[in-house]
């Protein structure tokens, strides 16, 4: 395991917790952050490679596989593949019939593309955490890198960046759909005039408007939180496995445990990151009065 | 752990999954599900309506099949009575056949008999003229005596 005598366990569990971050260093130019404090340095524009690498790879083969699904698609009997894409379909269509209750041919394709890419990207979890950076250090230190100095997150929700991207994108489109089908006035309307009248203005904007604002970073922070915290139990149990035979056979059962109630999480991250989605654009539908 | 570019890079990416797949993955997968539905319904109907057929052909076969043994059955009484009829007629024509052979018989019978009769008068006239002429011993004149004799006959 990379516990290995020249990383502290500090040093091990910063590791795993550090991006492959691309960006411009006051210092060095562009370049990979060395360590988190380069990253730091870099600012806004630098770009979490690992992150983006894994997110498309893993949304490009669900858009690949329910793709070339949709291709062969056929009324009849379907064959395996159909079978399994038609319960996830089923399933996603049956969540947006029971929450959404308006017409927009969006929503579902949008919750589709949620649960699925979501479960995918929280599936990246339950690969043993060393495995896939590990081979990637040993893979750049062909190339003459410290692999104690390459960093590799392979799960995309475990990076803020990810899961607030598609909650500022939920949010966007729950701003839009409020206006479009409210207008402007509607809109702002809903914001200041409940729920304590018009005399009441400033105490309901401080209130709609926490409410509007907290959809969003409850979204993002909740799956974050989940995953981060799921990623750093498993980083945890990674650490026993350096502490001799018997930490190292408790470390294995409690590995395969936290491991089979982690399948229940990240569905269950998934499935709520789509339901609420739904909840808040059928929110955003509404008409209040 | 730094927001950065790549809070904008997921957006962007998130919305092209999305657009990707709202328009070639979804609509098609919809449609086929709705369209199977369909064709579900449609069969379940169908086979709603053919039970529905199966019970109706199974009555008209059975008024069918009792038509047809009525019918049989007139039949059988028809050809039944013709049979009768059929024998009756040839009893009556074999009873007037025999009547007429009776008559026929009974006609030859008497023309028989009268035939000898006539031909018994004939030869007794003769005989009687052969037996006068012996008793007379003298020729008499067949034309002159033919009346007398005829009537004489016809007396026999």
Known sequence: MASSETLTSQEYIQHHLTNLTLGWHPEHGLSFAHTSSDAAAMGFWAINVDTMFFSILLGSLFLWFFKGVAERVSAGVPGTAQNFVEWIVDFVEENVRGSFSHKNAMVAPLALTIFAWVFLMNLMDLVPVDLIPHLFGQLFAVFGADPHHVYLKVVPTTDPNATFGMALTVFLLVLYYSIKMKGIGGFLGELTLQPFGKWGMPANLILEGISLISKPISLALRLFGNMYAGEMIFILIALLYGGGMVLAGTAGVLQFVWAVFHILIITLQAFIFMVLTIVYLDMAHQEHH | ?156
């Open chain 2, 1 to 156: 752990m730094n927001i950065n570019l790549t809070l904008f890079a997921q957006m962007i990416t998130f919305a092209v999954f999305v657009g990707f797949c709202m328009k070639y993955i979804w609509p098609p997968i919809v449609s086929a599900l709705a369209e199977r539905k369909a064709k579900i319904a449609e069969g379940l109907a169908a086979a709603e309506r053919g039970h529905q057929e199966k019970a109706l052909g199974e009555q008209r076969a059975l008024e069918l099949m009792k038509e047809a043994k009525t019918n049989a059955a007139e039949i059988v009484g028809q050809a039944q009575k013709r049979a009768t009829d059929i024998v009756e007629e040839a009893k009556s024509d074999a009873r007037s056949e025999g009547e007429r052979l009776l008559a026929a018989a009974q006609a030859e019978i008497e023309r028989e008999t009268n035939r000898a009769r006539e031909e018994l008068r004939e030869k007794v006239a003769l005989l009687a003229i052969a037996a006068a002429e012996k008793i007379l011993q003298k020729e008499i004149d067949v034309a002159v005596h033919r009346a007398i004799v005829d009537d004489f006959a016809k007396q026999l």
